[in-house]
């Protein structure tokens, strides 16, 4: 087939698999397997050697992304059970004082988005929200949207949350240079679409505080009143971070032949690989957050498997999004791909950024367009031979497109608005254009990143 033709084939195939997610309401596991199957056959390949994509797309991703979303769902659930997220939030108030309460509000959402689902994270944190609303009689908003801000720009460019580990995974970079990029683009993203555009958005619209009696967190009910420290909570979330990015740096040091191998070199190699940092903050987490508090091993048990129900969805889907990336690959519509993207000199970052922003609108799912636009943008990537610094780049700039104007059709819309009070006009008009804040000022700062940094 020529170049064209395989490049309708794949855009046939996206809208396909929008009509299966939008109109018929087929789960994104079912729908990307579907899709996957009919472009390997619509381009020509033996049935046979579908099915053998099939499984090699599938155990590639999931070898990885398994173990690394499952311990750390894990790690998540026990920091929330505990009370470690409203701990944080607490202090951070504490710190700031109530002038700086919004930049409070956001630097708590960024950091306990890192081991915490934003959902999650969002309900728990939400009534702080309200109370300093109701102390100052600001709009709920000039607090929320801080909050929110900080939550969804970590849960987006920051591994270890789910989307980013597989973008990364997909397109086989590092997560130590994810990781580092992403507080580079994200925290003055945050910045600006938290307390900045709610300064802004906080006096055009003005939204009470629902009534705390009727809203209930996810919080266990048994836990014991004392919360975990301040401390405690901020090192067991830097903990996995600081090893995975130790062990990047040292595996560039290796690289470049600034240091030796050692014995020395391949402990920090060792500890810094995301299953082995992991398992060392969840262990530390069980033990700090669990034993010394009084929590039985059966108590953690029961947190573990609550933990493990959403990310087995998740564990599938981007099971699913690796055997489509790997019947791109198979066959050649990767390979066409690269070739158009070459012949009209079109960045992959501003590739993988439109793409994702398509699939986003159309579909509403932020995981089911980055996942999508990873395995599109994986085999073009691999051909044009993009380094770990460009790879990463393009991790974020999926996540940037992928968060960009959540809708109707997004969950995320109704959450906040239910939460916050709104109506479907007020929640168009702060959340989702917070969110497109977001996808645009972090698209910005990954391009001019992109022209400053060689990959």
């Known amino acids: 087939m020529t170049a064209i033709e395989l490049f309708l084939v794949t855009t046939t195939a996206i809208a396909i698999l929008f009509v299966l997610v939008i109109k018929f309401k087929i789960h994104a596991f079912i729908s990307l397997m579907l899709t996957s199957v009919f472009v390997g056959i619509l381009t020509g390949m033996p049935f046979m050697d579908v099915i053998e994509s099939v499984q090699e797309g599938m155990g590639d991703i999931l070898g990885f992304i398994a173990i690394v979303v499952g311990i750390g769902s894990i790690f998540g659930e026990i920091l929330q059970v505990s009370g470690g997220a409203e701990s944080l939030s607490r202090s951070m108030l504490k710190k700031f004082g109530e002038e700086r309460s919004s930049w409070a509000m956001m630097t708590t959402g960024f950091i306990i988005a890192i081991p915490v689902f934003l959902d999650v994270g969002f309900i728990i944190l939400v009534p702080m929200a309200y109370a300093l609303a109701r102390k100052t009689g600001r709009s709920v908003l000039y607090y929320a949207i801080p909050l929110l801000a900080g939550l969804a720009v970590t849960h987006a460019f920051i591994p270890p949350t789910p989307g980013p580990i597989a973008v990364a995974e997909i397109i086989d970079v590092q997560l130590g240079w994810v990781i580092l990029f992403g507080f580079i683009v994200g925290f003055p993203t945050a910045v600006i679409a938290g307390p900045y555009f709610a300064k802004y958005i906080a006096k055009k619209i003005h939204v009470d505080p629902p009534d705390l009696n009727e809203e209930r967190t996810l919080i266990n009910a048994d836990k014991h009143k004392s919360l975990p420290s301040f401390g405690w909570v901020v090192f067991l979330i830097a903990l996995p971070l600081a090893l995975i990015l130790a062990s990047t740096f040292i595996d560039l040091a290796l690289k470049n032949e600034w240091v030796p191998k050692s014995g020395g070199t391949e402990l920090i190699r060792f500890l810094g690989h995301p299953f082995i940092a992991l398992l060392i903050a969840t262990l530390a987490a069980m033990y700090f957050l669990g034993f010394r508090r009084k929590y039985t091993g059966k108590q953690l048990m029961q947190v573990a498997n609550r933990a493990l129900g959403p990310a087995g969805l998740i564990i599938l889907v981007t099971g699913a999004g690796g055997v489509f990336k790997q019947i791109l690959v198979d066959s050649g519509v990767g390979a066409a791909l690269a070739e158009t993207v070459s012949n009209k000199n079109i960045p992959p970052v501003v590739l993988a950024y439109i793409l994702a922003v398509i699939i986003r609108l159309t ?29 990463s780049l393009v991790v974020l700039v999926i996540a940037a497109g992928a968060t960009i104007f959540s809708h109707v059709n997004d969950s995320g819309f109704w959450l906040v608005g239910r939460y916050l009070n709104m109506n479907e006009k007020q929640t168009l008009q702060s959340w989702s254009v917070m969110e497109t804040i977001i996808s645009v000022v972090g698209f910005i700062f990954i391009l001019i990143i992109s022209f400053l940094v060689p990959e």
């Open 363 to 391: 579909q509403g799912s932020a995981t089911v367009a980055m996942i999508t636009a990873a395995g599109m943008v994986a085999p073009v990537i691999q051909i044009l031979g993009t380094g770990d610094i460009g790879k």
